[in-house]
């Protein structure tokens, strides 16, 4: 099978699967079409990628010789479970879901029926079709399963000028963990801290604009620098008397945020004892504060 002429499918024509399509056919593949849940929503994918699209999921499936499976998560291995099922595989064909919580083995009912079973994930949040369109260009991929087909998935990302990481197959639930901490708990953490803003009367629009510079800085420090040294702040120098400050004022305005900070606090600690502070008097301090608040 020649990446050339390799013809490729998609069943699911969400944000992921059409952002995908509309991006490999930029980069010179072949999109054969779409399947979807709706006629209507394969028909806009299709038209989007200049493909075809197919009423059913089976006779889409026996013209390509690529599969993605971008359905939501929950509903890929049972789309694979009915096409193998259908008998609407065929022998040598690749399959793959881009899910991060999943790993190729979801899919094994494929590998069943003789094809080559991938998982390969984005990492990259696809919250709206023209951005992500726009992020893929420098977009990492992981990538987990078969090694029969190894160069063809290797070649197929060195074609689209994406950087790319093979993990192994057991390992694909730490994988996805550390993919939700550096995006969802992000969130949750920009969130959190925008609450303290408006508990003193800055609302959270102009709080966000205010803190915008802060974060972009401590992402290029982490970048420049590696974690352990752009540590700064009071608990990277040893300073328990502005924690405890932090600490009573939370304890008394927020004490339902109580609980955030200081296990925030317990693995910031943690963090600057691996690089920054070595004084045992300072890090008693400090674990007494965080411990008693």
């Known amino acids: 099978m020649g990446s050339d002429v390799m013809r490729i499918g998609f069943i699911g024509a969400g944000k992921v699967g059409t952002a995908f399509g509309m991006y490999l056919q930029k980069k010179g593949y072949f999109i054969k079409g779409y399947s979807s849940r709706t006629m209507d929503s394969a028909l806009k994918a299709a038209v989007k ?165 802060l974060v972009l800085g401590t992402l290029k420090n982490i970048e420049a620098l590696g974690p352990e040294k752009a540590l700064t702040g009071p608990i990277s120098r040893g300073d328990a008397e502005t924690v405890s400050g932090h600490i009573k004022s939370i304890g008394k305005e927020m004490p339902e945020a109580m609980l955030f900070y200081k296990m925030m606090g317990h693995m910031t600690l943690s963090l600057a004892l691996d690089y920054k502070l070595k004084d045992p008097l300072k890090i008693e301090a400090l674990e007494k504060v965080l411990r008693e608040g």
């Open 49 to 213: 990628t200049n493909s075809l699209a197919y009423e059913t999921p089976e006779e889409l499936v026996r013209d390509i010789d690529f599969l993605f499976i971008t359905t939501p998560d929950d509903e890929i291995r049972g789309v694979c479970d009915n096409l193998a099922d259908k008998g609407a595989f065929h022998k040598g064909q690749i399959v793959a879901h881009m899910s991060g919580a999943s790993s190729s083995l979801i899919l094994h009912q494929a590998k069943e029926s003789g094809c080559y079973i991938y998982s390969l994930h984005p990492l990259q949040s696809f919250a709206d079709e023209a951005k992500a369109l726009e992020d893929l260009v420098h977009t990492y991929f992981s990538i987990d399963g078969d090694v029969e087909k190894i160069e063809v998935i290797e070649a197929f990302f060195k074609k689209t000028g994406n950087t790319f990481f093979r993990i192994a197959t057991e390992n694909k639930g730490l994988y996805h963990g550390a993919a939700c901490i550096f995006s969802n708990y992000l969130v949750t953490l920009m969130n959190q801290g925008l609450k303290y803003f408006e508990r003193i009367g800055i609302p959270k629009e102009e709080g966000f604009q205010a803190i915008i510079p």
